[in-house]
DNA sequence: TTATTATTTAGATATTTTTCTAAATGTCTA
DNA sequence: TAGACATTTAGAAAAATATCTAAATAATAA
């Protein structure tokens, strides 16, 4: 886990569709995998880069594993960005 | 251009040093270098990746460029974030 | 218990990305 | 104008990533 994790998870389209899916609630692998043209396996490739990027959770239920939003890690970068919208002038050790 | 050329833009630590660096105001490629311990060239690429997605502008002012932050893209995906973590739950097409 | 279904793991391949060195471009200064 | 400086472009090598097929695991259903 870490911010490099969160933003290398974020940087595949795949994977943000997959978090877009999972805004309306819990799904299970199989479901995720109907509105995409990949293999199961690459599709659990990317539920495991999500899951260690922490935005995502998982619970075992039967035969099937639900998929759900965690959107805790989001709200580390969403602080970063809005960091970076903010005047930052007195920061540097050099002004001009 | 676009959501993909940002979300892998921003995936990049050295790219998001640069963004970090830029909050205090314009610097010229080399400014930047000096931060690093990479070679002028693979500065550039980053700063021509970052430029691409729209993340931040250039000027050229004699024998320097000067970049500043842009932060026009990042509310874009601020927006995006935002919308993953409302509740969707009606949205969705099969409802348990 | 055997077959079937859901999902992951392993290993291979193709593509993309990062970085480098060397060379090109443009600007300033002596 | 000649040389030095700041930065980019071109092209190559190394590392990381996405995807696939085949096999493994685990749970249910027949």
Known sequence: MG??????ALSDPTRR???TLLRAG???A???LEHFSITG????????ILKHAGL???EKKGKYIFYTL???VLDDILR???SLKENHEGDSDHEK
């Open 70 to 72: 965690n959107t805790t």
């Open 56 to 58: 995502i959770d998982d």
């Open 30 to 32: 199989g479901e995720l």
């Open 80 to 82: 970063w960005m809005m």
């Open 17 to 19: 569709e997959i978090l």
């Open 41 to 48: 396996a690459s599709l659990s490739h990317h539920l495991s």
């Open 26 to 28: 819990p799904l299970a």
């Open 3 to 8: 911010f490099q994790d969160s933003f290398k």
